[in-house]
C-alpha cells in the first residue's frame, strides 16, 4: 500500500499552498471581463474531468494565458504546479499562493519537500492539480516531457491523470483557444514513469494539434 510522504519540518520563506476564495472568485470574474474582448474559449471533453475526486491535469504549455484560460474553461477550482521563481517577490508570492499556486524548485528539489507534501495533502482532500509537464512554453510544437512530479504523485497515489491540448488561432479579431480535454488515464504500476509520461505526451499533442518532436 502506497504510503504518504512523512511530513517535513523544512521550512521556506513562502506561504504554503492555500487558495483564498475571495481572490480567485474575484480574479476570474475580472479575467473574464478583461479576457474576453480577445479571446474566445472552446472546450470539448469536459465530461472526462472527475467531479468529487482528485485528479492532476497534464497540461500543454503554449504561452503565460494558458493558466487564466484553463481557470475560465474548467468547472471545478484548481491548484498549479508553478516554477518557484514567480514567487521569489513578496506581493507575487501572496498573489500566486491566493489562487492556488504551488511553488516547486525543479532544479532543487529538496528545498521543495513543505511543497511536495502539501500537493499529496490536496489531493488526498480531493482537489484538482496543474501540472505542466514540459516545465516551460514551447509554443507551436511539443517540448520533452518532464517525469519527476508524476513519478513523485504515483509513487503515493493512485489517481486519473488527464490530458489537456491547449490551441491558439487567430479567428474575426478575436483568438480563437481550444482546450481538449482528454480522456483520464491511471498510472500502471508496470510502466516505468518515461513511459507514461511519453504516451501522455503523445495525447497531448494530438489533442493540441501538433506533432511530438
Given at each position: 500500500?502506497?504510503?504518504?510522504?512523512?511530513?517535513?519540518?523544512?521550512?521556506?520563506n513562502?506561504?504554503?499552498?492555500g487558495r483564498k476564495?475571495?481572490v480567485?472568485?474575484t480574479?476570474?470574474?475580472l479575467?473574464?471581463?478583461?479576457?474576453?474582448?480577445?479571446?474566445?474559449?472552446?472546450?470539448?471533453?469536459?465530461e472526462?474531468?472527475?467531479l468529487?475526486?482528485?485528479?492532476?491535469?497534464l497540461?500543454?504549455?503554449q504561452r503565460?494565458?494558458?493558466?487564466?484560460?484553463?481557470?475560465?474553461?474548467?468547472p471545478?477550482?484548481?491548484y498549479?504546479?508553478a516554477k518557484?521563481?514567480?514567487f521569489?517577490n513578496?506581493?507575487?508570492?501572496w498573489?500566486?499562493?491566493?489562487m492556488g499556486g504551488i511553488?516547486i524548485?525543479?532544479?532543487?528539489?529538496?528545498?521543495?519537500?513543505r511543497f511536495l507534501?502539501?500537493?499529496?495533502?490536496?489531493l488526498?482532500?480531493?482537489?484538482?492539480?496543474v501540472?505542466?509537464?514540459?516545465g516551460?512554453?514551447?509554443?507551436?510544437?511539443?517540448g520533452?516531457?518532464?517525469?519527476g512530479m508524476?513519478?513523485?504523485?504515483r509513487?503515493?497515489?493512485?489517481l486519473?491523470?488527464?490530458?489537456v491540448?491547449?490551441n491558439?488561432s487567430?479567428r474575426?479579431?478575436?483568438?480563437?483557444?481550444?482546450?481538449?480535454?482528454g480522456?483520464?488515464?491511471?498510472?500502471n504500476?508496470?510502466l516505468?514513469a518515461d513511459?507514461?509520461?511519453?504516451s501522455?505526451m503523445?495525447k497531448?499533442?494530438?489533442?493540441?494539434?501538433?506533432?511530438t518532436?
Amino acid at each position: 500500500m502506497k504510503k504518504p510522504l512523512v511530513r517535513s519540518k523544512y521550512q521556506q520563506n513562502h506561504n504554503p499552498p492555500g487558495r483564498k476564495k475571495w481572490v480567485f472568485n474575484t480574479i476570474k470574474f475580472l479575467g473574464r471581463i478583461i479576457l474576453t474582448p480577445f479571446f474566445r474559449i472552446q472546450t470539448t471533453g469536459s465530461e472526462n474531468l472527475p467531479l468529487n475526486s482528485a485528479f492532476i491535469l497534464l497540461v500543454k504549455h503554449q504561452r503565460w494565458e494558458d493558466i487564466p484560460m484553463l481557470g475560465l474553461a474548467t468547472p471545478r477550482p484548481l491548484y498549479y504546479i508553478a516554477k518557484y521563481e514567480l514567487f521569489k517577490n513578496v506581493l507575487a508570492n501572496w498573489f500566486f499562493i491566493s489562487m492556488g499556486g504551488i511553488p516547486i524548485n525543479r532544479q532543487r528539489p529538496i528545498e521543495s519537500r513543505r511543497f511536495l507534501q502539501a500537493t499529496i495533502e490536496l489531493l488526498e482532500k480531493g482537489e484538482g492539480i496543474v501540472v505542466f509537464p514540459e516545465g516551460t512554453y514551447y509554443r507551436n510544437k511539443m517540448g520533452p516531457g518532464q517525469t519527476g512530479m508524476v513519478r513523485f504523485v504515483r509513487s503515493r497515489l493512485a489517481l486519473p491523470f488527464v490530458p489537456v491540448g491547449i490551441n491558439y488561432s487567430s479567428r474575426g479579431g478575436r483568438i480563437l483557444v481550444r482546450i481538449n480535454f482528454g480522456k483520464p488515464a491511471y498510472a500502471n504500476a508496470t510502466l516505468s514513469a518515461d513511459t507514461f509520461v511519453n504516451s501522455m505526451m503523445e495525447k497531448i499533442a494530438q489533442l493540441s494539434g501538433l506533432a511530438t518532436h
